[in-house]
T-cell receptor, first 117, second 113 residues
């Protein structure tokens, strides 16, 4: 069974500094996707970044980058130059790649990030 | 473009009452999902659908039923609500497996008293 582990229930970072949110995963499927979602206090879920299991390079999207270490089964999110608006809950998720698995996702329990001014 | 629309946004039910949550997407996505989010936890899959007329059970299906009579709509039903079903419910859709993130609805906050 797939499993996502986020070991940091809460994190603090000073504005304009970088922060890394940890995520480890477990799967026996060779094809999978790793995702990060942001959930601000308003409650909606916002897709941030994606990394495929066969991708050789780490994904980047603006201030977000995904530090993908396949051998260690880790997919950490790095947010550079933190802003007050980055304060939110962040979820790591893994999506089964095989079509037979219907693209179901497994989510971690989340990390609450607080950016301090 | 609305994306994924969930109705209602809030609802309070008494134990034993029934209700239906509606999810509608306008992106022509094949795959649709219902998740629930309990306080301090991640999302858990209730039911999902890979196309019109198809549904399947997820991780926590008990107490829920679903239907996908039209490609754009995915309905989640609670036949006899229980306090344990107090949660925030999210609908999500996706065009393909693996390579794409989900598009989520804004969520439905359900309280069962």
């Amino acid at each position: 069974a797939q499993k996502i582990t986020q070991t940091q229930p809460g994190m603090f970072v000073q504005e304009k500094e970088a922060v890394t949110l940890d995520c480890t995963y477990d799967t026996s499927d060779p094809s999978y996707g790793l995702f990060w979602y942001k959930q601000p206090s308003s409650g909606e879920m916002i897709f941030l970044i994606y990394q495929g299991s066969y991708d050789q390079q780490n994904a980047t999207e603006g201030r977000y980058s995904l530090n993908f270490q396949k051998a260690r089964k880790s997919a950490n999110l790095v947010i550079s130059a933190s802003q007050l608006g980055d304060s939110a809950m962040y979820f790591c998720a893994m999506r089964e790649g095989a079509r037979a698995n219907a693209g179901k996702s497994t989510f971690g329990d989340g990390t609450t990030l607080t950016v301090k001014p | 473009n609305a994306g994924v629309t969930q109705t209602p946004k809030f609802r309070v039910l008494k134990t034993g009452q029934s209700m239906t949550l509606l999810c509608a997407q306008d992106m022509n996505h094949e795959y649709m999902y219902w998740y629930r989010q309990d306080p301090g936890m991640g999302l858990r899959l209730i039911h999902y659908s890979v196309g019109e007329g198809t549904t399947a059970k997820g991780e926590v299906p008990d107490g829920y039923n679903v239907s996908r009579l039209k490609k754009q709509n995915f309905l989640l039903g609670l036949e006899s609500a229980a306090p344990s079903q107090t949660s925030v419910y999210f609908c999500a859709s996706s065009g393909e497996t693996g390579l794409y993130g989900y598009t989520f609805g804004s969520g439905t906050r359900l309280t069962v008293v």
